[in-house]
């Protein structure tokens, strides 16, 4: 089965401080997104990867950044966390090549709270 | 942009209840429909998919149909059952492409 972690189920974090959120798969994946999950809106791009090192700007990028420095993980910066960003944020991958493989298989999520 | 649309929630049932959860959609090209479940505490799971119109897909004793003529893919299921309860998402893949585009989602309910 395909597995993807997240590193911490729930996070409390200062405004202002720099927050790292960690994602890894283990199914040798070339893409993994980030999501974040809020009530009445659904699920939101964050970022992208298409490959290591590469990354995409999503539907929501201000204020995050990520990294993918080995194919198995993503991550997820907060560089100066504030308070409209407490929220579920859910990391997600998938394979490459055609459209019928390419299903997302997600992490259990990470509820960030900013206070 | 493409973009899909759910019916609000929650959806409240009594088991063995038919349970339909509409979901419409707007895309510029042939998207890829997707159904995915997220149960209390955990992350998304893909409960069903349909890759051109007409197909049906199914799992579990769900099943949705990709009704190109309506831009819908409705997710039915004959007899709810407790353990169905959790939030439904809609989502669609366009062109090929690696994304997805959610629907807000659907919190199902069901009750003995």
């Known amino acids: 089965d395909v597995k993807v972690t997240q590193s911490s189920r729930y996070l409390v974090k200062r405004t202002g401080e720099k927050v790292f959120l960690e994602c890894v798969q283990d199914?040798?994946?070339?893409?993994m997104f980030w999501y974040r999950q809020d009530p009445g809106l659904g699920l939101r791009l964050i970022y992208f990867?298409?490959?290591?090192?590469?990354?995409e700007k999503g539907d929501i990028p201000e204020g995050y950044s990520v990294s993918r420095e080995k194919k198995e993980r993503f991550s997820l910066i907060l560089e100066s966390a504030s308070t409209n960003q407490t929220s579920m944020y859910l990391c997600?991958?998938?394979?490459?090549?055609?459209?019928?493989?390419?299903?997302?298989?997600f992490g259990a999520g990470t509820r960030l709270s900013v206070l | 942009g493409n973009s899909v649309t759910q019916m609000e929630g929650p959806v409240t049932l009594s088991e063995e209840a038919f349970l339909t959860i509409n979901c419409t959609y707007t895309?510029?090209?042939?998207?890829?429909l997707f159904w995915y479940v997220q149960y209390p505490g955990e992350g998304l799971q893909l409960l069903l998919k349909?890759?051109?119109?007409?197909d049906k897909g199914s799992n579990k004793g769900f099943e949705a149909t990709y009704r190109k003529e309506t831009t819908s893919f409705h997710l039915e299921k004959g007899s709810v059952q407790v353990s169905d309860s959790a939030v439904y998402f809609c989502?669609?893949?366009?062109?090929?492409?690696?994304?997805?585009?959610f629907g807000t989602g659907t919190q199902l309910k069901v009750e003995l």
């Open positions: 997600a991958s998938s394979s490459g090549g055609t459209l019928a493989k390419n299903i997302q298989y």
């Open positions: 199914m040798d994946h070339e893409n």
């Open positions: 990867s298409y490959d290591v090192k590469m990354k």
């Open positions: 895309a510029t090209g042939y998207p890829s």
């Open positions: 349909a890759t051109k119109a007409d």
């Open positions: 989502a669609l893949s366009e062109g090929g492409g690696n994304k997805l585009t």
